[in-house]
Nanobody, 121 residues
């Protein structure tokens, strides 16, 4: 079984920063692409950023230049550094990861439970 646990959310003023963490635990043979998504009330869940096992990154246009995704492969941990936060960044942030639990097993996408980020104006 695999679990993803996010942490680091909270309340911050506009212009401030937060750093989210996502730790994967359980039976992990390989951890491939990791991603961060967010969902604001009344909106669909949207992509924020992704990072491959090799370190290639992709960002939503709305966060480019403000957010930085990274990972520590040795610790099966992903990070999202969020700077210059805006009120429109307020949402529940979810981590996901494509994980293979056996060498020749399938790659399965797992999700964390989410962490609330609230940016006040």
């Amino acid at each position: 079984q695999v679990q993803l646990v996010e942490s680091g959310g909270g309340l911050v003023q506009a212009g401030g920063s937060l750093r989210l963490s996502c730790v994967a635990s359980g039976t992990i043979y390989s951890l491939n692409t990791m991603g961060w998504y967010r969902q604001a009330p009344g909106n669909q869940r949207e992509l924020v950023a992704t990072i491959t096992s090799g370190g290639s990154t992709n960002y939503a246009d709305s966060v480019k230049g403000r957010f930085t995704i990274s990972r520590d492969n040795a610790r099966n941990t992903g990070f999202l550094q969020m700077d210059n936060l805006k009120p429109e960044d307020t949402a529940v942030y979810y981590c996901n990861a494509d994980i293979r639990s056996r060498r020749y097993g399938p790659s399965v996408t797992y999700w964390g439970q989410g962490t609330q980020v609230t940016v006040s104006s």
